[in-house]
């Protein structure tokens, strides 16, 4: 499932220019075109959200219990930034 030739070929063809002179030059693959960007932004996003599982998994997994939400806010305090990334220091 793990296809990256086809990773490689679809960089190239954005690297290149080939994705912009077909949207450019194509009328009829506009769409198309714009249509398999979004596809793929909507894929980043959850290959994105994947990854951060696997790598945070036992981090994550403790969050979904409310004694690991509890050591973790716990953690956070003292922290200089809120969780909006505001300072806490005056």
């Known amino acids: 499932m793990l296809d990256f030739d086809y990773l490689d070929r679809l960089q190239h063809y954005f690297e290149s220019g080939d994705c912009k002179f077909e949207f450019d030059n194509n009328e ?35 969050l979904t219990t409310e004694e690991g939400a509890a050591a973790a806010e716990a953690e956070g305090e003292g922290l200089p930034f809120n969780q909006a990334g505001e300072s806490d220091q005056k």
């Open 28 to 62: 009829e693959r506009r769409f198309e075109i714009l249509d398999f960007l979004e596809r793929l932004m909507e894929l980043g996003e959850i290959a994105d959200g994947m990854a951060t599982k696997l790598i945070f998994k036992d981090a994550y997994a403790s």
